[in-house]
């Protein structure tokens, strides 16, 4: 079991451009790596609001900073990212906001969540575990038509239909309740194999992107951004897969450019101009990195500046 460790922490803590006194939001808790280096750096006057939908991980928060009254804990998906804000009253006040997109190590290395392929448990993958439709009904109910979609548009997987196909079939044997079992059924379709990759790495992304409507969730927090930010603070967002990494890089590219429709014309309306500036290249975790934190092989973090008004 690999420790959870934050990724690209001395990326995120340079690229924010952290204040003392600032106010700094991370919209991925998770177990507070990246939340206690924003602490430390915030001073005494500084404030921190992190968001997690997995309500074990708020539960450990809570648990771990107790006693820090910078810190502002809400159980929620970062879809609602306007909503918490403007309930806290700092809509468009802050310095900062981070959207760390991974599965954390202790979802993954916690069997009975059902996120791992590695270790069997029951087929569940639900961010927030305390409603919605688990992985296990899903893969009972869809059609072949739907799981094979999902398969290939969510997990960019050429085998798809191979193996909705195979799916179908072995839900009909009797049902399939556990990652072992997906797992099993999803390798014997597959015919040949990523190199260092397990055959089922790529199903098992879709169907867990699918069960938490994961896409739609970070449009939803990105776009959000736009009126949390102060002028001059800083968007950071860490993918871990192209389908994240395409909707972050549009984003910016979108919001980094003037309203095209009003191209060539002397004068730009308000709402029509860039309200982001896109900084620097994408950024890859160093060797260093990698060798202590291997789950970090796929980070790609990209940052972005709200231009004043």
Do not use: W
């Not at 896409?215 to 192209?242: K, M, V, W, Y």
């Not at 101009?273 to 990698?290: D, I, N, Y």
């Amino acid at each position: 079991m690999l420790q959870h460790v934050p990724v690209l922490l001395d990326e995120v803590l340079v690229a924010l451009n952290i204040r003392a006194g600032g106010v700094y939001l991370d919209a991925t808790f998770g177990r507070g790596g990246h939340t206690a280096a924003l602490l430390e750096r915030v001073g005494k006057e500084g404030k921190v609001i992190a968001i997690d939908r997995d309500p074990a991980a708020i539960a450990a928060g809570r648990a771990r900073f107790a006693s820090e009254q910078r810190l502002t804990l809400v159980s929620s998906p970062f879809s609602r990212l306007s909503a918490v804000v403007t309930d806290l009253g700092l809509l468009g006040s802050l310095d900062g906001v981070l959207l760390d997109l991974g599965v954390s190590s202790p979802q993954l290395d916690d069997a009975m969540r059902g996120f791992s392929f590695a270790q069997d448990g029951p087929l569940d993958m639900r961010m927030d575990n305390r409603g919605g439709e688990t992985a296990a009904h899903f893969v009972a109910r869809a059609t072949e038509h739907e799981l094979a979609r999902i398969i290939r548009e969510y997990g960019e997987e050429r085998f798809a239909k191979r193996i909705a196909r195979a799916i179908v079939a072995a839900r009909a044997e009797g049902p399939i309740q556990t990652t072992a079992q997906l797992a099993a059924t999803v390798a014997a379709a597959v015919p040949t194999r990523e190199p260092g990759k397990h055959p089922a790495t790529r199903a098992f992304q879709a169907i867990r992107i699918h069960i938490n409507d994961e896409l739609a969730e970070i449009q939803s927090a990105l776009n959000a951004t736009l009126d949390a930010l102060a002028p001059g603070g800083r968007l950071c967002a860490i993918s871990f897969h192209s389908l994240e990494d395409g909707i972050v890089k549009r984003f910016i590219q979108k919001h980094s450019q003037d309203d095209p429709v009003y191209a060539g014309l002397p004068e730009i309306p308000p709402h029509a101009r860039a309200r982001l500036q896109k900084l620097g290249k994408a950024v890859h975790p160093s060797e260093t990195e990698l060798a202590r934190n291997p789950r970090a092989r796929s980070a790609i973090m990209r940052v972005a500046q709200k231009v004043a008004a």
